[in-house]
């Protein structure tokens, strides 16, 4: 895996779990790098993301600002799409995906949800055959916006 996806999934790693037990109710649905001294946290509410809220949150992440700038948003129409429960509530919907190798051929695909399992999903796109995509192999994804 190259080096940006490999730093991108251990600062997942380290800071989705702090942010969430500080805010309970706040989920990190990815966290991006957006180049090597820049990162993006895409953060979900039941309440809704606001300002004060992308401020609390980057607050917490004090530690790395030595070393990033640091931005954080709400998910937006284009929500990011990183665990498995994300993908089952897409299910029905158009997505993007980008794998780190190829998989039959490509690295990119685009096409609905068909379904989600505990480790992959599964893409079908008009008048092409349906995808089975690992989770594992999945370095981005996220919902297009159709509307």
């Avoid at 809704?48 to 600002?65: I, K, M, N, P, S």
């Amino acid at each position: 895996m190259s080096t940006t996806y490999t730093r991108e999934r251990t600062l997942q790693d380290e800071i989705a779990p702090a942010i969430e037990r500080s805010l309970p109710d706040l989920e990190v649905l990815a966290v991006e790098l957006v180049s090597p001294s820049r990162f993006c946290v895409y953060i979900d509410h039941p309440a809704g993301v606001d300002h004060a809220l992308c401020e609390r949150v980057t607050h917490l992440l004090d530690e790395y600002r030595g070393a990033f700038t640091i931005d954080v948003s709400s998910p937006g129409p284009e929500r990011p799409l990183r665990k498995p429960a994300h993908f089952a509530a897409a299910a029905g919907r158009t997505i993007a995906v980008r794998t780190e190798g190829k998989i039959g051929g490509r690295s990119r695909f685009r096409g609905e949800v068909v379904e989600a399992r505990d480790d992959s999903v599964l893409l079908a796109a008009a008048g092409e055959d349906a995808f089975r995509i690992p989770y594992e192999a999945i370095v981005r994804a996220n919902l297009i916006h159709e509307g």
